[in-house]
């Protein structure tokens, strides 16, 4: 059980268009969702929380409307990286946490994103 | 400022003998805490968590310890296997703010 998944799972673009990540838990109702994004130094940065049926939460230095987080339903939230750049080519990581596991995240297998 | 710490960004240990991970916190808000396993290109995966009213948990191979007083967590693997080489991150959880925050990770090397 607590399965997440991430799609696409790779994703190439030119620098000026927007992408968009979908991030659904399969087998349980995700109250709350987090987005990281994976440096190439190995850590996780934490981007926004969110929760189902309210706007995300984003932490400081993360731009709101350039990565727009949506999550509209228990299972599926969503990450657009919008007018992409170079720079934000990166590995984006999604969690879920269902009200079963309240401390345990259970984290999607990622998206590699590569702007041209 | 970093909240939670795992100053060894990498361990190598022979197959059969302990591994010992690290990590180090600095808010006192945090009461739970959880290690977890990564693959290159791949999610975290859970591996063992524990609440800050204890001071140990074991699951296997896996053992985590917590001393509260030093803020200071340890994972100890043994013995250690070739699968266990992955990155490994030390999270901590503030169960009121509702979410964790991440070390920067260690990464080990177990050699046949």
């Known amino acids: 059980g607590a399965v997440v998944s991430q799609h696409p799972s790779r994703v190439i673009c030119k620098s000026g268009t927007s992408v968009k990540i979908e991030c659904r838990s399969l087998d349980f109702q995700a109250t709350t969702m987090f987005w990281y994004r994976q440096f190439p130094k190995q850590s996780l940065m934490l981007m926004a929380t969110s929760n189902e049926g309210s706007k995300a939460t984003y932490e400081q230095g993360v731009e709101k409307d350039k990565f727009l987080i949506n999550h509209a339903s228990l299972t599926l939230s969503t990450l657009t990286v919008t007018s992409a750049h170079p720079e934000d080519s990166s590995f984006y990581i999604c969690?879920?946490?269902?009200?079963?596991?309240?401390?345990?995240?259970?984290f999607g297998p990622g998206t590699r994103l590569t702007v041209l | 400022d970093q909240q939670v710490k795992q100053n060894s960004p990498s361990l190598s240990v022979q197959e059969g003998r302990i591994s010992i991970l690290n990590c180090d916190y600095t808010n006192s808000m945090f009461d739970y805490f959880l290690w977890y396993k990564k693959y290159p290109a791949e999610g975290p995966t859970f591996l063992i968590s524990i609440s800050s009213i204890k001071d140990k948990n074991e699951d296997g191979r896996f053992t985590v310890f917590l001393n509260k007083s030093a803020k200071h967590l340890s994972l100890h693997i043994v013995p250690s296997q070739p699968g266990d080489s992955a990155v490994y991150f030390c999270?901590?959880?503030?169960?009121?703010?509702?979410?964790?925050?991440f070390g920067d990770g260690t990464t080990l090397t177990v050699k046949p």
């Open positions: 999270a901590a959880n503030n169960t009121n703010a509702g979410k964790s925050t």
């Open positions: 969690s879920a946490r269902g009200t079963r596991h309240y401390n345990e995240q259970f």
